[in-house]
């Protein structure tokens, strides 16, 4: 079934220059892009947006690293959205994920790994609403 994931190509991925090709590999493995934008997520908004995660261990760093610079939020559509998205950015530490995934290319560390896939369609829209109003995800 046809549904929607939301993806972020984090601060390193930016600073790296790795948008266009992330995006390139996105759209050339079938995703069609619903909405786009260039933004950031200052300290409040991050730990908002990984609110489920604030009893982890790793959650200062996690905010703290996502809020250290610019960022790319988008909305993508295809079949079976969810799963396609996650086999193609490979494990959340970067060391573990397969050959030609987005991870094994650009990504360097499990805080720095380059792209956030959602993990269920609830969470898609809900992580997809944090960044665009409701007119610009049509
Ligand atoms: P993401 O998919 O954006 O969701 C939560 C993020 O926490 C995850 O990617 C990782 O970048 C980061 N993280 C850091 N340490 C861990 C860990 N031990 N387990 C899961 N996620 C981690």
Redesign the pocket.
């Known amino acids: 079934k046809t549904n929607r994931t939301f993806t972020?190509i984090?601060p390193d991925a930016v600073a790296n220059g790795h948008i266009g090709a992330i995006v390139d590999k996105i759209t050339k493995s079938g995703f069609k892009i619903i909405a786009l934008k260039y933004t950031f997520l200052t300290p409040e908004k991050a730990g908002q947006f990984?609110e489920v995660?604030a009893a982890?261990p790793?959650y200062k760093?996690?905010v703290s690293f996502m809020s250290s610079g610019p960022i790319v939020a988008a909305i993508l559509e295809k079949d079976n959205a969810i799963e396609d998205f996650r086999k193609l950015i490979g494990a959340?530490d970067p060391s573990k994920a397969e050959e030609g995934t987005i991870r094994n290319l650009f990504a360097k560390s499990?805080?720095a790994?380059a792209v956030?896939?959602s993990d269920s369609d609830e969470n898609a829209e809900i992580e997809g609403s944090f960044f665009f109003s409701a007119f610009e995800k049509f």
């Open positions: 972020m984090k990984y995660h982890r790793f760093d996690l959340t499990i805080d790994n956030h896939g």
